[in-house]
C-alpha cells in the first residue's frame, strides 16, 4: 500500500489567495493546512448561518408571500428545513443513497 502523500494543485485568484493567507493568519495555521481541513470537513449549514441571518430568512419569506402565510408558520418550516439540513450533513453520504425521500 502506497502511504505517500499525494500532491494536487490549485489556482486561485490574487485576491481570493490573499483572503484565505488573511484567514489563516488570524487563525495561527498555514495556508495550505486551511485549504487542507476546509477541503475534507467542510462548515457545517448551522455553522454558516447566525441567528440573525436566521430572522432575516423568515422576514424575507413572509415578504414573498405577500403575508399569505402566518409568520409562525414560516419560522417553523425554517427551523424544520435547517434542522434537516444540518441532519443530513451529519449522515455520511454513503448511508443517504437509496434511503427514500429525505
Do not use: C, W
Not at 488570524?26 to 486551511?34: H, K, V, W, Y
Not at 455553522?47 to 417553523?76: C, M, P
Request: aromatic residues 6%; charged residues 25%; without cysteine.
Amino acid at each position: 500500500m502506497n502511504t505517500l502523500n499525494k500532491r494536487i494543485e490549485l489556482l486561485f485568484m490574487k485576491q481570493d489567495l490573499d483572503e484565505l493567507t488573511d484567514q489563516a493568519q488570524a487563525m495561527g495555521i498555514s495556508r495550505s493546512e486551511l485549504i487542507r481541513s476546509r477541503a475534507l470537513n467542510p462548515p457545517s449549514v448551522s455553522a454558516q448561518f447566525t441567528t440573525s441571518d436566521y430572522h432575516e430568512l423568515v422576514s424575507s419569506a413572509v415578504r414573498f408571500l405577500h403575508g399569505d402565510v402566518n409568520r409562525r408558520q414560516i419560522e417553523l418550516l425554517t427551523a424544520f428545513i435547517f434542522n434537516r439540513l444540518a441532519a443530513r450533513e451529519a449522515t455520511p453520504v454513503g448511508a443517504r443513497q437509496g434511503a427514500g425521500t429525505a
